[in-house]
């Protein structure tokens, strides 16, 4: 009777479910037994282990991605009554049910939970999204950075592409080619580098190529979404001052 | 031409200068509510004195608004709204700056139409763009549209403004966007106000006088 017990309180999810990437869209309830702490993923977990769902069918497990289990890795984006967010930090608890647990479909879905955040990688690779020391010989170390300056960057590399600010943009869909917030910080992150500084123009001219920075239309969603609480909109406007500088020091030839 | 060229062309033009234009056009709208038809006549008359106002008209009016008001349309077509789970004033304010984009676009369509494309088609002169306006704007279904046409209007130049000081990197921390929000929001509010106060204008009785003598013209020559 003790299973009856722990049992007794049930929690309700709505599940958005895709077999595969050209799949129909379906969605699917579960009742699991409420366990003390209790988050999205190892509510899926429980899924995984008896892939039963509300009417007592056994299906196919939900599928989803998870790495870090302490929101620093980014793989766990999903959208969770609505908001798009990390599921290994979505408590139980500080959700209303029945909770409901959808893809974000502004990446392409793999099957269920699974997105495919490609595109974020690539948009980091356009940009430039890192510093280049290689070379054939040791070129010893590289100018000091300010603390001042220390601070502010950091917060800005916490950034763990996760995708909730693409997904949170009404600017980022398939009528555009707009990059998002995220790869606009890194470019900010990477410019204000002392090292990574002497290749600023670079990251400059990627941002005002296609689907650049001229794609931000200022909802600034992102920055209320951001889990890491980066500053985008101020990255944002920061790059569209210096890509506006930059602009008119080509155009003078300085 | 590239995509980040052309939009920082569509933004620099929303200001100059079709922003400056849109305060001009308040102003002397609001010297028929300061001065009634002597003092909006004045206004009209100030301006068409300009030198050139045939090539000033098509260099600040005309091909700037076709440019902003095309690519405009298509940046509101790309948009994908999502105020229902993202409901912030700043994604409101996103959704109608391009709400009130399209509606300015019908609007400024057929407000030229009955006014300025009139003069040009000789049915009406310079002078007689005060008792047109009072005929038009007496028919409450008219003034009902012209009130949408000049409030939509104004909270496109307003919240453009605020968006511009974004996109060219004047406004760039949180603190600096807000107080702009606020600056913004005011003159949204006071540039409305002004366009309001210009139609009920139109609508008293001397503005009608000029048109019964327009007609009285009318019906001599024809
Ligand atoms: C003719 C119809 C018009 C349409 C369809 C239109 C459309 C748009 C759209 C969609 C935007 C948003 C761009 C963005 O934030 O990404 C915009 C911005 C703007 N518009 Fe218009 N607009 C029109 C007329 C006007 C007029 C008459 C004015 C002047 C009073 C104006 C001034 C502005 C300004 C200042 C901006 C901000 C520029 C920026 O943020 O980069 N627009 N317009
Ligand atoms: S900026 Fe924030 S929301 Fe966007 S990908 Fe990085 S961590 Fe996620
Ligand atoms: S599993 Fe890494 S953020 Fe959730």
Not at chain 1, 81 to 96: S, T, V
Not at chain 1, 146 to 165: D, F, H, I, N
Request: with cysteine; net charge positive; proline share 5%.
């Amino acid at each position: 009777m003790a299973e009856a017990t722990a049992s007794s309180k049930k929690v309700k999810f709505m599940i958005t479910r895709q077999d595969g990437p050209d799949a129909a869209a379906y969605t699917e309830e579960f009742e699991l037994p409420y366990r003390p702490g209790m988050n999205v993923i190892s509510a899926l977990m429980e899924i995984q282990r008896n892939p039963v769902n509300a009417k007592g069918e056994k299906i196919a497990p939900v599928c989803w991605e998870s790495n870090c289990l302490e929101e620093v890795c980014g793989a766990c984006s999903m959208v969770i009554n609505g908001k798009p967010r990390q599921a290994c930090a979505a408590l139980i608890d500080k959700l209303e049910q029945p909770i409901r647990i959808q893809p974000m479909k502004t990446f392409p879905v793999v099957r269920d939970l699974v997105i495919d955040r490609s595109r974020m990688f690539t948009a980091l690779k356009r940009v430039k999204a890192w510093i280049p020391i290689d070379g054939t010989y040791d070129l010893g170390p590289g100018p000091r950075m300010p603390e001042k300056k220390r601070q502010w960057a950091y917060e800005l590399s916490k950034c763990m592409t996760c995708g909730v600010c693409l997904e949170s943009c009404p600017n980022v869909n398939d009528k555009t080619d707009f990059i998002g917030p995220a790869a606009i910080s890194q470019v900010r992150l990477f410019n204000s580098h002392p090292t990574g500084e002497m290749n600023k123009e670079e990251r400059l001219e990627a941002l005002m190529q296609d689907g650049g920075i001229e794609g931000c239309g200022n909802s600034q969603n992102c920055v209320r979404s951001c889990p890491k609480g980066i500053p985008l909109t101020t990255s944002i406007a920061e790059m569209n001052k210096q890509t506006t500088k930059h602009m008119f020091k080509q155009w003078l030839g300085v | 031409m590239k995509g980040y060229y052309a939009r920082k062309l569509h933004s620099l033009l929303g200001v100059i200068p079709l922003a400056l234009f849109f305060i001009e056009h308040a102003l002397t709208n609001f010297g028929a509510f300061e001065g009634g038809p002597e003092r909006f006549n004045a206004g009209v008359k100030l301006l068409n004195d300009l030198p050139l106002i045939f090539v000033l008209e098509w260099v600040l009016i005309y091909l700037p608004l076709i440019y902003h008001g095309v690519y405009g349309l298509y940046i509101a077509y790309q948009a994908k709204p999502n105020n229902g789970h993202f409901n912030y004033e700043r994604n409101w304010r996103y959704l109608l700056q391009r709400i009130t984009g399209v509606i300015t676009f019908v609007y400024i369509i057929w407000h030229v139409f009955e006014t300025r494309f009139q003069i040009t088609l000789g049915n009406v002169t310079h002078e007689g763009l005060g008792s047109l306006m009072h005929d038009i704007v007496t028919q409450p279904v008219f003034f009902i549209l012209y009130l949408i046409g000049v409030v939509s209007a104004s909270f496109h130049f307003a919240n453009g403004l605020w968006s511009f000081l974004v996109a060219w990197g004047i406004t760039v921390g949180p603190r600096a966007q807000r107080v702009s929000s606020y600056v913004c929001m005011t003159l949204f509010v006071l540039v409305a106000l002004m366009f309001i106060l210009s139609l009920v204008a139109f609508r008293r009785a001397e503005f009608q006088e000029a048109s019964v003598w327009i007609d009285t013209v009318k019906s001599v020559l024809s």
